[in-house]
């Protein structure tokens, strides 16, 4: 689904990302993690279509990012770390903004939104202006639309920044919902129990370079947690 080759990012002399290669299957929560700084959200903002990479290739779901930029985008959903909601509209007007621009059919768009805010439990909330939401809700109400438009990859940036705990659970059974479908959520957190419990597999950034990538078990052998294992890559604690 998702497959990077030598993806890196250079800011004049400074170098963001080394050369990376990723190879991300359909049906799969695979997890990012890194310290600060480490090259997270400018990797994420490369294989979104976002943020042009240096040098690599980047494709998803078979299409070449940058020779085919709005097909492959169209199978993308991308929620950065700090998303921009509209307050003055209301839920519901919100996600037909979104809708409109995805170019979806407007004889469809209705049952859609209606549909997507019902799965993350805003169906009551839908003529609500956002500016009335709660953090959890509006992080919802972003899943939501980044979902609308059907995407086969869903790439999110730290999704549980700030979030109850009944909150983080709907919004981890939504990822493993999705996987089961076989579409692919590529996702970033600090909350290294979140990645242990929802990841199919992990990939562990630091200093820009990727330093492990394999499932929770293949990480951790039997005597090391996942926390433990980040720590001693990482060098400790920032």
């Given at each position: 689904?998702?497959?990077?080759?030598?993806?890196?990012?250079?800011?004049?002399?400074?170098?963001?990302?080394?050369?990376?290669?990723?190879?991300?299957?359909?049906?799969?929560?695979?997890?990012?993690?890194?310290?600060?700084?480490?090259?997270?959200?400018?990797?994420?903002?490369?294989?979104?279509?976002?943020?042009?990479?240096?040098a690599?290739?980047?494709?998803?779901?078979?299409?070449?990012?940058?020779?085919?930029?709005?097909?492959?985008?169209?199978?993308?959903?991308?929620?950065?770390?700090?998303?921009?909601?509209?307050d003055?509209?209301?839920?519901?007007?919100?996600?037909r903004?979104?809708?409109?621009?995805?170019?979806m059919?407007l004889?469809?768009?209705?049952?859609?939104?209606?549909?997507?805010?019902?799965?993350?439990?805003?169906?009551?909330?839908?003529?609500?202006?956002?500016?009335?939401?709660?953090?959890?809700?509006?992080?919802?109400l972003v899943l939501?639309?980044?979902?609308?438009?059907?995407?086969?990859l869903?790439?999110?940036?730290?999704?549980?920044?700030?979030?109850?705990?009944?909150?983080?659970?709907?919004?981890?059974?939504?990822?493993?919902?999705?996987?089961?479908?076989g579409?692919?959520?590529?996702?970033?957190?600090?909350?290294?129990?979140?990645?242990?419990?929802?990841?199919?597999?992990?990939?562990?950034?630091?200093?820009?370079?990727?330093?492990?990538?394999?499932t929770?078990?293949?990480?951790?052998?039997?005597?090391?947690?996942?926390?433990?294992?980040?720590?001693?890559?990482?060098?400790?604690?920032?």
């Open positions: 689904m998702l497959r990077a080759r030598g993806v890196e990012k250079k800011y004049g002399d400074f170098q963001a990302v080394y050369p990376l290669d990723l190879d991300v299957r359909g049906g799969e929560v695979f997890g990012f993690l890194g310290l600060n700084g480490a090259g997270k959200s400018t990797t994420f903002r490369m294989l979104a279509g976002v943020l042009p990479p240096t690599g290739t980047i494709e998803v779901d078979g299409l070449d990012l940058a020779q085919h930029p709005v097909e492959s985008r169209r199978r993308i959903g991308f929620i950065p770390d700090r998303p921009y909601l509209y003055k509209l209301t839920a519901r007007e919100f996600l903004f979104l809708g409109e621009v995805y170019g059919s004889a469809t768009l209705d049952e859609k939104v209606a549909t997507e805010l019902s799965r993350q439990s805003l169906g009551e909330q839908a003529d609500h202006l956002v500016e009335s939401f709660s953090h959890g809700m509006k992080q919802r939501a639309g980044a979902l609308l438009h059907e995407p086969r869903l790439i999110v940036d730290e999704p549980m920044v700030g979030l109850d705990p009944r909150g983080a659970r709907q919004i981890k059974e939504t990822f493993r919902s999705l996987a089961g479908l579409r692919t959520v590529f996702l970033s957190t600090h909350t290294l129990a979140v990645a242990a419990e929802v990841c199919d597999r992990i990939a562990i950034i630091h200093r820009g370079r990727i330093a492990r990538t394999g929770v078990a293949e990480l951790c052998g039997a005597r090391e947690t996942l926390e433990d294992v980040f720590l001693r890559i990482t060098g400790g604690l920032e």
